[in-house]
């Protein structure tokens, strides 16, 4: 069975560093890879997303994350972050075996200082 | 699209009494999913539905909890008799019937506080 793993739970960081979120997933077969984000009082909602193809995917918010299939990581980074990035973020994980389940991380909460 | 409606948006009762929440996908989704969210556990698989057909409710903490989807626009989840540790946030999620790889779509959520 598949598992993920961020191996922090909280990030701080100042306005327009860089920042990367780590995660690691376990899984015997091919996989999907997905970040979502959570800001305060709403549900989670798609950041980007790993089917097949390129290795880097980027969202249109300035996010990237790479899948590293030798190191079963999908990091997540952004070059410059906004106060606006305060939030938490969920790696998550779906098995290609044609089921409908998918494994979410336990979350890392960026807090982007001014 | 509304997206995924769920209601109510924040419910408190004591102890014992029932509880229900509802769902409302998006439409032309197929699948729908309940998580709870609590800041000790993260976010569980509670129940996921295919076609209005539970496919896995391994993650139903125990018989108190019950889901139904009996059409394609409604889901509700139950719990009955409630607990003060069953106060959490439940969500509710809608996808599209291709598999795996789709996106989920993640409703507003239910804070639920049980006194």
């Known amino acids: 069975a598949q598992s993920v793993t961020q191996l922090d739970s909280q990030v701080p960081v100042f306005e327009e560093a860089p920042v990367e979120l780590r995660c690691n997933y376990s899984?015997?077969?091919?996989?999907?890879l997905f970040w979502y984000v959570q800001y305060p009082n709403q549900g989670l909602q798609l950041l980007l997303k790993y089917l097949s193809g390129s290795t880097l995917v980027e969202s249109i918010n300035g996010f990237e994350a790479e899948f590293n299939k030798s190191q079963t990581s999908f990091h997540l980074r952004k070059p410059s972050v906004h106060i606006s990035d305060t939030a938490e973020y969920f790696c998550?994980?779906?098995?290609?075996?044609?089921?409908?389940?998918?494994?979410f991380g336990a979350g890392t909460r960026l807090f982007v200082k001014a | 699209d509304a997206g995924v409606i769920q209601s109510p948006r924040h419910e408190v009762t004591e102890m014992g009494q029932e509880v229900t929440l509802r769902c409302k996908p998006i439409s032309g989704h197929n699948s729908l999913f309940w998580y709870r969210q609590t800041m000790m556990r993260g976010l569980e698989l509670l129940i996921y539905f295919n076609n209005n057909v539970p496919i896995d409710d391994s993650g139903m903490p125990e018989d108190r909890f019950s889901a139904k989807m009996p059409n394609a626009s409604f889901s509700t989840l139950k719990i009955q008799p409630s607990e003060p540790r069953d106060s959490a946030v439940y969500f509710c999620a809608s996808s599209s019937a291709g598999g795996p790889q789709e996106t989920q779509y993640f409703g507003p959520g239910t804070r639920l506080l049980v006194l």
């Open positions: 998550a994980v779906s098995e290609n075996t044609g089921g409908f389940k998918t494994i």
């Open positions: 899984s015997s077969v091919s996989v999907y």
